[in-house]
């Protein structure tokens, strides 16, 4: 009996350390321009691999016969089993604008903390990204310049293997994509990141400023 434990045991943590540990691959081709982009994002694990994203062309192959017949089929179970919806009060839990403002400030650095870590830990085999933007007004181009060039300058510091090529049209409306790559991911390095902005001193005290002032809204009842 204590075998066959031990036996459950070492699978468990064999399967967690394969989870945590084994290098995720994220495939992905983008390419279009204007609204008219097709994407592909392909997923490895071991030895599986999944379509995560397919492109418009597996949706063609279905025959049309078939998808109004799953529409029809659709529409009427849902109106047979539905049952209406009742109107149920809102309850107010939005929060005012001192308080939206407040929480910019206190959550800004612990936020901007956890995007930069979540960034480190992932790792860029290869990728290739071609970009050629444009806006009507020439002023929203450069700006969008300024912000787009500061970018590149940061991810192309922490890849060597990424490259990316931009491309400004300050006389045209214009969208053009054509990126590629490769992105890998290994769970056991989010760990440390997560549990460092759970633990900041801002995050804990927002969240127990949110909690208690949920608690606070709740009806009290007098018996």
């Known amino acids: 009996m204590l075998s066959v434990l031990m036996v459950i045991l070492l699978l468990t943590l064999l399967a967690v350390l394969l989870v945590l540990f084994a290098a995720i691959d994220i495939i992905f081709e983008v390419k279009g321009s204007g609204t008219d982009i097709e994407h592909t994002v392909t997923v490895h694990w071991l030895l599986f691999s999944r379509l995560v994203s397919p492109t418009e062309d597996d949706e063609e192959d279905i ?5 109004d017949a799953e529409k029809f089929v659709t529409e009427h179970v849902t109106k047979h089993f539905q049952k209406p919806k009742k109107e149920k009060k809102k309850k107010k839990t939005d929060m005012s604008f001192s308080e939206v403002v407040q929480a910019f400030r206190q959550l800004r650095s ?5 995007l930069k870590g979540i960034i480190h830990t992932l790792r860029i085999p290869h990728a290739k990204v071609n970009v050629a933007f444009g806006f009507s007004d020439p002023a929203y181009t450069g700006m969008a310049c300024g912000y787009v060039y500061a970018l590149k300058g940061y991810l192309t510091c922490h890849s060597e293997n990424l490259i990316i090529q931009l491309e400004p049209d300050f006389v045209d409306s214009r969208l053009d994509l054509d990126m590629s790559g490769t992105v890998r991911v290994r769970l056991y390095r989010f760990i440390p990141v997560i549990l460092l902005f759970i633990m900041n001193w801002e995050v804990l005290r927002f969240s127990w400023y949110f909690l208690i002032k949920k608690d606070s809204k709740k009806p009290s009842v007098n018996l």
């Open 110 to 114: 612990p936020v901007l903390r956890l």
């Open 63 to 67: 025959p049309e016969e078939v998808k």
